[in-house]
């Protein structure tokens, strides 16, 4: 069954963020493990409380591979970058339906 990754911040540190833009690609294994739905700098929040302005959805095949690539070594080694480059930031990982 498919899984989405949907994260969400606020871009603090533009310069700082780009260094993670330019790893993060290739430790999530980006167009082979996992591919790019959307990529918004833009989100409109229309219901809740604190959401950032960017927001990031990606594809995986299962919650488990999704669930082993975030908690990779390659993954977790630039992941502090994004973090410290940004607030307002939450990560939600849900099943999809099946195809």
Do not use: W
Not at 2 to 31: F, H, Q, R, S, T
Not at 37 to 47: G, R, S
Not at 68 to 84: F, N, P, T
């Amino acid at each position: 069954m498919p899984a989405y990754l949907i994260v969400n911040y606020a871009v603090e540190d533009p310069k700082l963020y780009g260094e993670y833009a330019k790893a993060a690609g290739p430790a999530m294994k980006m167009g082979e493990a996992c591919k790019l739905l959307a990529f918004d700098p833009k989100t409109e929040q229309i219901e809740g409380e604190g959401a950032g302005h960017q927001t990031v959805l990606l594809r995986f095949d299962s919650k488990e591979d999704a669930k082993r690539i975030y908690e990779s070594g390659a993954y977790q080694a630039v992941i502090g970058k994004r973090l410290e480059a940004t607030s307002r930031h939450f990560a939600i990982l849900v099943d999809g339906m099946p195809d």
